[in-house]
Nanobody, 122 residues
Framework: QVRLGESGGGLVQAGGSLRLSCAASGRTFSYTMGWFRQAPGGEREFVAAISWSGDFTSYADSVKGRFTISRDNAKSSVYLQMNSLKPEDTAVYYC????????????????WGQGTQVTVSS
């Protein structure tokens, strides 16, 4: 069974940066990895995704140019570098995994972490 655990969240001032990490246990060979977020009172939304080889990445329009997703398969880890953070980025961020390829749809992801809180102050 695949288990995912996020870390790296915290409180940061607007314009600052954070780097989120997600470590996976269990078999994730060829899995697409993604990041989603959920703000208070909001729905879970797509943030970024990356294929196993790294040759495919996708970003939500709201984070393009500011966030970068990457992965290290030798460490079974995926990362989200977040720069130029805005208060509207405040949310719980979730790491997710799927055996499907090139998908950004939440319902196609099979495994989820517990989330890490990111709070951006103004």
């Amino acid at each position: 069974q695949v288990r995912l655990g996020e870390s790296g969240g915290g409180l940061v001032q607007a314009g600052g940066s954070l780097r989120l990490s997600c470590a996976a246990s269990g078999r994730t060979f060829s899995y697409t990895m993604g990041w989603f977020r959920q703000a208070p009172g909001g729905e879970r939304e797509f943030v970024a995704a990356i294929s196993w080889s790294g040759d495919f990445t996708s970003y939500a329009d709201s984070v393009k140019g500011r966030f970068t997703i990457s992965r290290d398969n030798a460490k079974s880890s995926v990362y989200l570098q977040m720069n130029s953070l805005k208060p509207e980025d405040t949310a719980v961020y979730y790491c997710a995994a799927t055996a499907r390829t090139r998908t950004i749809r939440a319902y196609e992801y099979d495994y989820w972490g517990q989330g890490t809180q990111v709070t951006v102050s103004s």
